[in-house]
């Protein structure tokens, strides 16, 4: 017999909605979501938008990537696996470390981590005590300030601009260096300026940490897309830095949720504690479908991708110079130009909204980024066709004429 539950009378029940903790006010949304929304209502009506502003290669994961992930569940592997990775990947990525850096990574120092996110959030648990705060670029990651203010801590925005080619460098990480300030936390190539740390920036950022007794974080997250120079790694410097990557960029993996990280050895056992706590373990079909992407063939894939990269941004960057857009530096990889629009606009956020209103090309605003002369700036993302690259050219074109 079915048993009948007496109604609630909803209207009579007064909703006791306890303020959510105070650290979400500080935890913005991304701006970007606005004009990602409009552009969805707008495709609806029919309207053709031209998508510049995703963060992520569009194309799909590569062919041997898939097989393998599809294999991996033909094998029944739907189970939990080790917090830190499943060993036979930990050792693939110390062999890409040997191939790519000619450097020796004991795969006991290397943990896969879901997503670069999952590995910024470890740090940041391992990390930051209440109160402490971590030196950060402006503009630059988002999250990066959301994480540490997750565990209490503060990110610790450091203005940078063209003159720096938008990276932090350690004069400027010094003067701004705080009595709560516990490190520095640098991407390179950077989002969204797409700007890499030389050997000697990363040599200087790291030196001064040490004389500070401070922590070095480097977000290689865009390594494998850059597009003249190979970026370097801190890890060709030092063993005592922290090192973030991701399945997500180079190897086109967004999906599935996948990155690393390289910790000094010393912290290893506590990250993995943290790791099985947070985690239990990373996606197990995931880890083994990305064993492919150290394959000759897949790596082929993916540096033919790299070079659609390079020949989109050799396009679009002299084009929106062409058009306007103060680009001062050509930026070494990752998959964005970062654009001033002073010349248009000084309210970036509306710039965005009427090009999606009026001319149908989604870009994200500078807002997203950070707030050092974020209103004057945009971010294009040539995560695109070329055909689609060259529609948004036609439409400037008709729209600055
Ligand atoms: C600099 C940087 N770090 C980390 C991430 C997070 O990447 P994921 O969690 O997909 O690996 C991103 C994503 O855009 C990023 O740009």
């Known amino acids: 017999m079915l048993l009948k539950w007496p109604p609630v009378n909803v209207e009579k029940v ?21 004009v990602l929304d409009r ?7 029919g309207r053709d938008i031209v998508h510049l502003e995703a963060g992520e ?40 470390y040997q191939q790519q850096y000619g450097l020796d990574i004991d795969p006991a120092r290397i943990m896969v981590t ?25 503009p630059g990651y988002p999250c990066n300030r959301h994480f540490l203010r997750l565990v ?33 936390m640098v991407a390179s190539p950077a989002n969204p300026t797409g700007e890499i740390l030389t050997r ?77 706590n947070l985690f239990i373990s990373m996606s197990t079909m995931a880890q083994h479908a990305a064993l492919a992407c150290f394959e000759p063939e897949t790596r082929s894939i993916l540096d033919s991708r790299r070079d659609e990269f390079a020949r989109r941004r050799d396009f679009l960057l002299p084009e929106l110079r062409r ?26 956020q509306q710039f965005c909204l009427d090009l999606l209103e009026q001319h149908g090309i989604a870009i994200t605003p500078g807002a997203d980024f950070g707030r050092h002369l974020a209103n004057e700036h945009v971010r294009f993302a040539y995560t695109t066709s070329m055909d689609r690259l060259e529609e948004a050219v036609r439409r400037f074109d008709k729209i600055f004429s």
């Open 14 to 34: 007064t909703p006791l909605h306890r303020p959510f903790a105070e650290r979400l006010k500080d935890i913005e949304p991304f701006r970007v979501v606005e």
């Open 39 to 45: 552009a969805k209502q707008l495709q609806a009506q």
């Open 57 to 96: 290669p569009d194309f799909a994961t590569a062919a041997p990537v898939i097989s393998a992930g599809q294999a991996s569940l033909g094998r029944g592997e739907t189970y939990y696996s080790q917090a830190a990775g499943i060993p036979p990947l930990r050792e693939a990525i110390s062999r890409y």
């Open 114 to 138: 879901p997503g670069a996110s999952g590995a910024l959030l470890l740090i940041a648990g391992l990390l930051v005590n209440p109160g402490d705060g971590m030196l950060m670029t402006d």
């Open 152 to 184: 209490e801590g503060e990110g610790q925005l450091v203005p940078v601009g063209p003159e720096d080619r938008y990276q932090l460098t350690a004069a400027k990480a010094e003067q701004h260096w705080q009595p709560n300030t516990i490190g520095v």
């Open 200 to 276: 000697q920036e990363l040599a200087d950022l790291f030196q001064l940490c040490q004389q500070k007794n401070g922590e070095l974080v480097v977000d290689e997250i865009y390594h494998g897309l850059t597009y003249g120079e190979k970026a370097p790694s801190i890890l060709e410097l030092t063993d005592q830095a922290f090192v973030i990557n991701s399945f997500s960029k180079y190897f086109g993996m967004t999906g599935w949720r996948l990155g690393w990280l390289v910790a000094p050895e010393h912290a290893v056992a506590s990250l993995e504690k943290l790791a099985q």
């Open 323 to 348: 058009l306007g857009f103060d680009i001062p530096h050509s930026p070494a990889g990752a998959l964005y130009l970062y654009a001033g629009i002073k010349k248009f606009s000084t309210d970036s």
